[in-house]
């Protein structure tokens, strides 16, 4: 039978939530993910000091404004993190758009056209490639540009189904529900902890997953930001779910039997469906203290560690 991660590839594809190459080479998963936060913490990894080594040395050798070389380097450095990741997993590896991008639909599309373009001079197709994305309406609106030009996308930072529904509206690839955040939002406004079947953050997963299969909707469901291996049973058969190694440690260990709890055949009850046009959009969203914290909040953290990584390349520049 095998562990509970063995387990759940049968049933799940694999993704790890991490920048560090040694985690993804002992895990084995199909695809990865990264962010500002986790390229922060991947800086200083020896394992990825030749990768930052070049992209700081070929800082030293650009010219323009230190701040605008500053920034050509994190990007530098993204992409060739992300080279490296293609060359491990066999899927799909994810790059993130900048956070301060967030409310600019013109700018992320340009962004996310300079990313490709970078991944192909190192010979990295498209098709091994999602952009990265916040879950704004911009975000959303920009999202749709890059899918009709065939540059897949993944909307993270989503935390209500209005959301949901309209990356599916703009024919999102994937997107990337949040499932800790959500439980940390509601453990706080409500004091007290949650078993998994009860778990805020799982049943809003459940409900866009039952939303998108009663539906016919191909946008791929993966669950993310998950704060116990427990929150990830209970979610087992979404069609994928990003795991930090630690979990995935966790799971791999654990020689249990995992009872698949999500599947195309049996959805589940959908939810009512919110419309997806702007103005819906903006007002629903308003509505959802939760899902308008969290999204604020998670941008604002991504752009922190954005401008903390800056620092660093700066520093060693």
């Given at each position: 039978?095998?562990?509970?991660?063995?387990?759940?590839?049968?049933?799940?594809?694999?993704?790890?939530?991490?920048?560090?190459?040694?985690?993804?080479?002992?895990?084995?998963?199909?695809?990865?993910?990264?962010?500002?936060?986790?390229?922060?913490?991947?800086?200083?990894?020896?394992?990825?000091?030749?990768?930052?080594?070049e992209?700081?040395?070929?800082?030293?050798?650009?010219?323009?404004?230190?701040?605008?070389?500053?920034?050509?380097v994190?990007?530098?450095?993204?992409?060739?993190?992300?080279?490296?990741?293609?060359?491990?997993?066999?899927?799909?590896?994810?790059?993130?758009?900048?956070?301060?991008?967030?409310?600019?639909?013109?700018?992320?599309?340009?962004?996310?056209?300079?990313?490709?373009?970078?991944?192909?001079?190192?010979?990295?197709?498209?098709?091994?490639?999602?952009?990265?994305?916040?879950?704004?309406?911009?975000?959303?609106?920009?999202?749709?540009?890059?899918?009709?030009?065939?540059?897949?996308?993944?909307?993270?930072?989503?935390?209500?189904?209005?959301?949901?529904?309209?990356?599916?509206?703009?024919?999102v690839?994937?997107?990337?529900?949040?499932?800790?955040?959500?439980?940390?939002?509601?453990?706080?406004?409500?004091?007290?902890?949650?078993?998994?079947e009860?778990?805020?953050?799982?049943?809003?997963?459940?409900?866009?997953?039952?939303?998108?299969?009663?539906?016919?909707?191909?946008?791929?469901?993966?669950?993310?930001?998950?704060?116990?291996?427990?929150?990830?049973?209970?979610?087992?058969?979404?069609?994928?779910?990003?795991?930090?190694?630690?979990?995935?440690?966790?799971?791999?260990?654990?020689?249990?039997?995992?009872?698949?709890?999500?599947?195309?055949?049996?959805?589940g009850?959908?939810?009512?469906?919110?419309?997806?046009?702007?103005?819906?959009?903006?007002?629903?969203?308003n509505?959802?203290?939760?899902?308008?914290?969290?999204?604020?909040?998670?941008?604002?953290?991504?752009?922190?560690?954005?401008?903390?990584?800056?620092?660093?390349?700066?520093?060693?520049?």
């Amino acid at each position: 039978m095998g562990s509970k991660l063995d387990q759940l590839r049968e049933m799940t594809v694999v993704v790890a939530d991490t920048g560090d190459i040694e985690a993804i080479r002992a895990h084995r998963p199909v695809d990865c993910t990264t962010n500002p936060t986790l390229l922060l913490k991947a800086f200083g990894l020896p394992t990825l000091a030749p990768i930052v080594d070049e992209a700081l040395a070929w800082g030293r050798k650009q010219s323009g404004s230190r701040e605008d070389v500053v920034s050509r380097v994190a990007d530098r450095l993204a992409i060739s993190v992300g080279t490296e990741l293609t060359r491990i997993v066999p899927g799909r590896v994810s790059t993130e758009v900048d956070a301060n991008l967030s409310f600019d639909t013109d700018a992320t599309v340009e962004k996310a056209r300079a990313i490709i373009a970078a991944y192909a001079e190192r010979e990295v197709p498209r098709n091994r490639i999602l952009i990265k994305i916040a879950s704004t309406w911009e975000g959303i609106q920009a999202a749709r540009v890059l899918q009709k030009e065939g540059i897949d996308c993944n909307l993270t930072l989503l935390f209500s189904l209005v959301q949901a529904m309209a990356c599916a509206d703009a024919g999102v690839f994937l997107i990337s529900p949040f499932v800790g955040r959500i439980l940390d939002w509601y453990v706080k406004k409500e004091g007290r902890k949650f078993e998994p079947e009860e778990d805020p953050g799982v049943k809003s997963v459940r409900g866009i997953y039952a939303a998108f299969k009663t539906r016919g909707i191909q946008t791929i469901v993966m669950g993310a930001s998950f704060r116990s291996a427990g929150q990830v049973e209970a979610l087992a058969g979404c069609d994928r779910l990003t795991i930090s190694p630690a979990l995935l440690e966790e799971l791999a260990r654990d020689q249990g039997v995992l009872e698949r709890k999500l599947s195309p055949e049996n959805p589940g009850v959908s939810p009512p469906v919110p419309a997806t046009d702007e103005r819906s959009f903006r007002w629903e969203l308003n509505e959802d203290a939760m899902a308008t914290e969290k999204l604020s909040e998670g941008i604002r953290l991504f752009a922190a560690d954005l401008r903390k990584l800056h620092s660093l390349i700066d520093a060693r520049l």
